[in-house]
């Protein structure tokens, strides 16, 4: 990542406006030809810096207001097919492995989202099931207090 | 067709010069019509931002936790303020759980996210027992997209 490409990161972070060439007025601020600007984007996106560059919804406005984060004790040599299993559903948005402490022994972490708090319970149960796991904990979200993006400065 | 237009720029958005004439293409609406639902979409609240989402690794913030706090039920917003208010931190949630506040630090280096959690620990007056630090050893997935239909 080049400077430029930060300076593109930079002015795009907060969101590209409903213009019929929304890059143009960047790449005129930098000097470049849109189509210049937009392949710099595909290619932080192939490398991983854009982790995804689309529309981004308030989950609460489409319904989604059940969200539970649900904490996993996984056997060892199971973790990674079991991360695998969790990961190819939809409804998991995020899947972790974290570090375990003497007080703490779940060692999976999914982040499970849905319209409903039976629903997310009745999904996370199936997960289970399916995976012959028993010792797990579902704790829903009850207020927000912050959420910030990843941004370049 | 809002939800197919939603659904739409959110799991495939094309990156070209005219996104939003790529999209009415596939979508058998035209560019104008695009802009229009978009505009009003955005108008009643339903869109955040059109934009990317990065990677914090790669863009040089490379140490980060989890963590719980055990806390009575009546600090919690304060405490949550008080976390809030340090530049770190990414997230703060209250859960329905005996560790009932939630929150994740993002920092250059693993001295800077010490001092930042030393320093809430700190003003927030938490025990040891009372506060678990839960760093991740591996990401599987990071996908936030939701079914809108």
Redesign the interface.
Known sequence: ?DNLDREI?YA?????P???????AIATHLGLA??EV?ER??R??E?????????????N??G?VANA?VVWSVPRERLRDV??F??RF?E????????T?P??RYNL?TMV?GTKRKTVEEFVEELAKRTELEDY?I??????????????S | MDRRLLEKAQNSFPLTVRPWRSIGNELSISEKEVIARLNRLSKQGFIRKIGPSLNAVQTDLRASTLVAMKLHEDRIQGVAKMIGEHRGVTHCYQREHEYNLWFTIAARNQPELEKTLEAIKHAAGVTKDELLNLPSIRTFKIDVRFRLS
């Open positions: 990542m990161l795009v972070q907060d969101g590209i409903l213009t019929r060439e929304p890059f143009s849109p189509h937009v984007l595909k932080l996106r490398e991983k810096i854009i982790r995804k560059f689309g529309l981004f919804v308030w989950k406005k489409v989604i984060m991360a695998e969790f990961s939809e998991v948005t995020h899947c972790y492995q974290r570090r402490t007080k703490w972490y989202h904990e704790l829903f979200s009850v207020r927000e207090f912050v959420r910030r993006s990843t941004r370049v």
